[in-house]
DNA sequence: ATGGTTGTGCGACAA
């Protein structure tokens, strides 16, 4: 069991997954064309059964498929835009049922779903990012975002908490004080604005969803899993927010062993803006 | 208050 007291950061390779554990990364890779490489390094410092990509700015003819088989995954399910998001699930595990959703009448590829080995379902979730004006009435960005927010309450509130489900993703919304630099100075800040953490609340709840790395790390500890491009020296200032997520219903909650944030990520040759969150879930039902 | 950087794809636009 992790200990609450400790942060959780890791700068390198993680802790060997343990037998019987089945770990699952997700991460905004912000390409994933320009980023096979880091990809790669991704599957070798976290031995990740599933890892979920958002942003992967590539359609469907073009993700690069074979060469992420040849590192060891090869049951996929990608949707993707030309240009702009795009998100996949890559699975060394074998992938049952799969689908997509779409929300918020756009055809944006926002979500993938599979279901895993023991009948867990797995969703991959890039929620817009809303642009910089948080004001529905003129920004129209803004406006679809908290339309998908209000999508996701309501398609969540009508389905059976009961199940065994995870929804990973790059959520794009903050919720907590203790997850952005500074609440005080994000209270406007498009992720952090009450319209958008009071929905992201209401969707968890009407769900009975589960926060993994608040589960284990709670506040008021300081996580993030995002630093942006536009500041020289990301670690020393430190002005990071927590936009990426793992949720699980309350089966899987039980099961939950481990949760790692790997922010030596953001240290990587020409990294993402943001770092990969890995849970760990023991497979037994104990 | 402003500007700071990156990716796509060669324009702006999105983040």
Redesign the pocket.
Known sequence: MTDPDLLPYVERALPPRPTGILRVATWNI??V???LKLLAELATLSDADVICLQ?T??TNDVFPSAAIAELGYPHQHFQGD????GVAILSRLELNGHGRRLWAGREDSRHVEAVLPGGIELHCVYV?????VPDPAVNE?FAHKLDFLDHLAAYWGGADASAARILVGDL?VAPLETDVWSHRQLLDVVSHTPAETTRFQAIMAGHGWVDALRALHPEPQRVYSWW?????DWRGSDRGRRLDHVWLTQPLAARLRAVYVLKGARDWQ?AS?HVPVIVDIDQARR
């Open positions: 912000n390409s064309r320009l980023r942003e700015k590539a030309k240009g702009y998001n817009p990012a809303g642009g910089d960005k794009n942006s491009y536009r500041n020289r020409q803006d």
